[in-house]
């Protein structure tokens, strides 16, 4: 059981390069959740997945896409980097534990944009 | 005014003390109250959780909910360098969509030997 992972673990992109990054659980967790974590910042969310084939927006979804196409995944795509997208990118899974929904996250990606 | 206020410290203190670590909220319809710990260039991870108001103890750890204020704390007794981290507050309304997480910026925390 590796819980949730992420690939890459670190990426440097040009401005306007395009990229995925990938996220995939083993838990058979129905949501699934992308964030970016900035100095100051704390974790904002950019998308988020109640289920195969669903995606909604956060709270910062500009410039990015996403897909889950299947259960266990959930891609994140910049179409057109840019360096304001220069962070740490989280994912998460939500369970139900004890009765409280809760998240596991990955253990990030590092993206810097030149 | 952001939903959850964090002081972001950063927090130093002598190995032993107690630490209390705080979150604030404006949305009363919160009902869960989460605490992550996260250390430097890792994920979150799930450190506390609690259903409503009162406390809930897990040996050194002790995390208290006051609705009535809108204020949740965690405590840290006997502190550790190895409790040095990053700690989260988080939150949520309930399930659904409306189970998705609030965070706190979170409290950088240094304990030293």
């Known amino acids: 059981n590796a819980g949730v992972t992420q690939t890459p673990k670190f990426r440097v992109l040009k401005t306007g390069q395009s990229m995925t990054l990938l996220c995939a659980q083993d838990m058979n967790h129905e949501y699934m959740y992308w964030y970016r974590q900035d100095p100051g910042m704390g974790l904002r969310l950019i998308h988020y997945?109640?289920?195969?084939?669903?995606?909604a927006k956060g709270e910062v979804p500009d410039g990015y896409n996403v897909s889950r196409l299947k259960k266990q995944n959930f891609l994140l795509g910049l179409e057109s980097a840019a360096p304001s997208q220069t962070s740490v990118y989280f994912c998460?899974?939500?369970?139900?534990?004890?009765?409280?929904?809760?998240?596991?996250f990955g253990p990030g990606t590092r993206l810097l944009v030149l | 005014q952001k939903e959850v206020e964090q002081d972001p410290g950063p927090l130093s203190v002598p190995e032993g003390a107690i630490v209390s670590l705080n979150c604030t909220y404006s949305n009363s319809a919160f009902q869960y109250f989460m605490w992550y710990r996260q250390y430097s260039r890792k994920g979150p991870e799930l450190l506390m959780y609690?259903?409503?108001?009162g406390n809930k103890e897990d040996g050194r750890f002790t995390a208290q909910v006051d609705k009535s204020s809108k204020y949740i704390s965690l405590f840290i007794r006997d502190s550790q360098p190895s409790d040095s981290a990053t700690y989260l507050c988080a939150m949520s309304e309930s399930g659904g969509s409306q189970g998705n997480l609030i965070f706190g910026k979170g409290t950088k925390l240094s304990v030293k030997p």
């Open positions: 609690t259903y409503s108001s």
């Open positions: 998460a899974s939500r369970t139900r534990l004890a009765g409280i929904e809760t998240q596991y």
């Open positions: 997945s109640v289920g195969e084939g669903t995606t």
